[in-house]
């Protein structure tokens, strides 16, 4: 039997307008791509333009909206997620904000993290999901940061957060990485003990060990179904086996590419340029700017190879995505049983959908969210998750 699910709108919100030639002249869409090639004007346009199909996906139903921090490149253009939350807060009703998330290592303090999610919190009614990130190895060489710090600080950092949301302050914290006298939050965030917290990785063996220790649900982005599959076996093992309880499908989430027309040629036609486009301009970063020396352990290394190499190799390859499943591309009955096989097969209750594609105009994605909304939600079964961070002995394990 299919198990309940939430639908999240995973938005990247990326630049549109990056050259065919971007990699021959400029390496990468991150980090070195210059940004004469952002014109202001046009961005104007198309924040709001990107603004309105989250406040739209609100009113049609999705249960949450997924916002994100990336830094100097096209591919994500949300160098502060909290902003773009605070805005969606006032303007949105019923669906979470999930920022997925705030690199909170890439700070130096860490509590403007711990104040801003909270004033979220209380201002959108208790409805912020705090997505906690070490952010790709792109971020380091963008914030000139020390890629081999890059975990101790995101530990201690969360430690920090934590205690300032659930502790009475004002208290003293003297730790390895971040020093405060005082550390004493206004205001205290409305969700107790604290807005539920989620871990989006790649699958890092350390990340997935340290989320399923907090119980923390654990968001996997553009992983091939085989690499999620085992990546979420793991997190369940270790659950079990260190720390006692049962991880459901409430503390696992899948991201896909949706695309819906009126037949599957069409869909495939339509959104062939769009997925290309994300694969060859939005994700082009060099290996070494990915993973820096020091960013990641040797075999969390190895799995992040293997899930690039998935598929023979091809990666983002979009006839290959198409083939296995992966893109839920096609008419709205193949994208609802694809989705539905997927979820099951990975054991996921969310799924988050990237209804925006690359440089897909404005119109067609509205058109795709209404779509998806009219002929594709009903028919799934939906659920209303507790993912209040209460701890590993939330789920016991059945005797």
């Not at 369940?236 to 949706?258: C, D, H, L, N, R």
């Not at 339509?270 to 040797?298: D, I, N, W």
Request: proline letters at 8%; a negative charge.
């Amino acid at each position: 039997m299919t198990h309940p699910m939430e639908i999240f709108f995973f938005h990247l919100m990326p630049w549109p307008r990056m050259p065919a030639d971007l990699t021959e002249k400029y390496r990468s869409s991150w980090v070195v791509l210059p940004n004469e090639l952002y014109d202001p004007e046009f961005g104007h346009q198309l924040y709001n333009d990107y603004l309105d199909q989250l406040e739209y996906a609100d009113q049609i139903g999705f249960d949450a909206l997924c916002v994100n921090e990336h830094h100097q490149n096209g591919y994500g253009l949300m160098p502060s997620p909290n902003i773009m939350a605070g805005m969606l807060a006032r303007r949105t009703k019923q669906a979470r904000i999930a920022i997925l998330g705030n690199g909170i290592n890439l700070r130096e303090n860490p509590l403007r993290v711990a104040e801003e999610v909270a004033m979220l919190d209380v201002v959108s009614g208790g409805r912020v999901i705090s997505g906690f990130v070490r952010g790709i190895g792109a971020e380091y060489f963008s914030l000139n940061l020390d890629p081999s710090q890059s975990r101790a600080r995101f530990h201690e950092a969360h430690d920090l957060i934590i205690k300032a949301w659930t502790h009475p302050g004002p208290f003293e914290w003297d730790g390895e990485h971040y020093h405060f006298r005082y550390v004493n939050v206004w205001p205290r965030p409305l969700q107790q003990p604290h807005p539920p917290i989620f871990s989006p990785s790649q699958g890092s063996t350390e990340t997935i060990r340290w989320a399923a220790r907090h119980g923390y649900p654990y968001i996997c982005t553009y992983t091939p179904i085989d690499q999620l599959v085992e990546y979420y076996g793991l997190y369940k093992q270790i659950a079990a086996e260190e720390y006692g309880y049962e991880a459901g499908p409430e503390k696992f989430g899948w991201t896909s590419m949706v695309y819906i027309a009126d037949d599957e040629k069409t869909a495939i036609e339509e959104a062939r340029p769009h997925m290309e486009y994300f694969a060859k301009r939005c994700f082009a970063l060099p290996p070494q700017m990915l993973v820096p020396p020091g960013y990641t352990s040797k075999e969390s290394f190895r799995r992040m190879v293997e899930a690039q190499s998935s598929g023979g190799g091809r990666g983002f390859d979009y006839d290959n995505m198409i083939a296995t499943g992966q893109a839920l591309i096609g008419t709205a009955e193949q994208v609802g049983e694809r989705l539905v096989r997927n979820m099951e097969r990975a054991g996921t209750g969310i799924f988050m959908g990237a209804f925006q594609i690359g440089d897909m105009p404005h119109a067609r994605v509205m058109d795709n969210l209404e779509r998806f909304a009219k002929d594709v939600m009903p028919h799934l079964p939906r659920a209303r998750f507790d993912y209040m961070a209460k701890g590993p002995a939330a789920r016991p394990v059945s005797a």
